[in-house]
């Protein structure tokens, strides 16, 4: 995934730059290393959230957090590989 956020940074530089010479491709260029961009950083934060098919496969555990014997919070999380 991150090959495509390379990809999308070095077609923003170029658009940039030819945006800066007067091309009339600077805009396609600028345009669609943004949207590479963007949809890599989506991608990308997605991708450690727990699913639900996580939980049914006994991926995750349940963090609860607990102030003066009661429960206040609970987090679902990824087990940890030791």
Same mark, same amino acid.
């Given at each position: 995934m991150?090959?495509l956020?390379?990809?999308?940074?070095?077609?923003?530089?170029?658009?940039?730059?030819?945006?800066?010479?007067?091309?009339?491709?600077?805009?396609?260029? =600028?345009?669609? =290393?943004?949207?590479?961009?963007?949809?890599?950083?989506?991608m990308?934060?997605?991708?450690?959230?727990?699913?639900?098919?996580?939980?049914?496969?006994?991926?995750?555990?349940?963090?609860?957090?607990?102030?003066?014997?009661?429960?206040?919070?609970?987090?679902?999380?990824?087990k940890?590989?030791?």
């Amino acid at each position: 995934m991150w090959i495509l956020f390379i990809i999308g940074s070095i077609m923003l530089t170029v658009g940039l730059f030819l945006l800066c010479t007067g091309k009339d491709t600077a805009f396609i260029f =600028g345009v669609v =290393g943004a949207y590479i961009m963007s949809g890599t950083i989506v991608m990308i934060s997605n991708d450690s959230k727990p699913t639900a098919m996580d939980v049914y496969q006994g991926k995750t555990t349940i963090e609860i957090t607990y102030k003066d014997g009661v429960p206040i919070d609970s987090v679902v999380v990824f087990k940890t590989k030791n």
